[in-house]
Nanobody, 127 residues
Framework: QVQLVESGGGLVQAGGSLTLSCAAS????????MGWFRQAPGQEREFVAA????????YYADSVKGRFTISRDSAKNTMWLQMNSLKPEDTAVYYC????????????????????WGQGTQVTVSS
């Protein structure tokens, strides 16, 4: 069965950095676009970043643009989210997700597009 497993979350001070990983199994990773979403307490899940199956196209939410970098390695079936200059408002549970060969921006920013989800990893940024 398909599994997406996030890791790398934790507690960090504002201005610090974290790198999240998402290890995929049970699917042909190179056929899937991958995305990161996050959900803070009492808030809806929101789009953070997405990357095409080739890795050639990347999308970011305005709130993280210039601070976060999404990347993937199909040989390792792994995706990463490098998060720099973290802010307290970045505190949330971060989820990785996989979508079969979607390509448009409007598809990839919508959580309903995604076929598979990880269990999430907590990121807490202290002020």
């Amino acid at each position: 069965q398909v599994q997406l497993v996030e890791s790398g979350g934790g507690l960090v001070q504002a201005g610090g950095s974290l790198t999240l990983s998402c290890a995929a199994s049970g699917l042909t990773f190179s056929n899937y676009c991958m995305g990161w979403f996050r959900q803070a307490p009492g808030q809806e899940r929101e789009f953070v970043a997405a990357i095409s199956w080739s890795g050639g196209t990347k999308y970011y939410a305005d709130s993280v643009k210039g601070r976060f970098t999404i990347s993937r390695d199909s040989a390792k079936n792994t995706m990463w989210l490098q998060m720099n200059s973290l802010k307290p408002e970045d505190t949330a549970v971060y989820y990785c997700a996989a979508a079969w060969r979607r390509s448009s921006y409007y598809e990839l920013i919508s959580d309903s597009t995604y076929d598979y989800w990880g269990q999430g990893t907590q990121v807490t940024v202290s002020s």
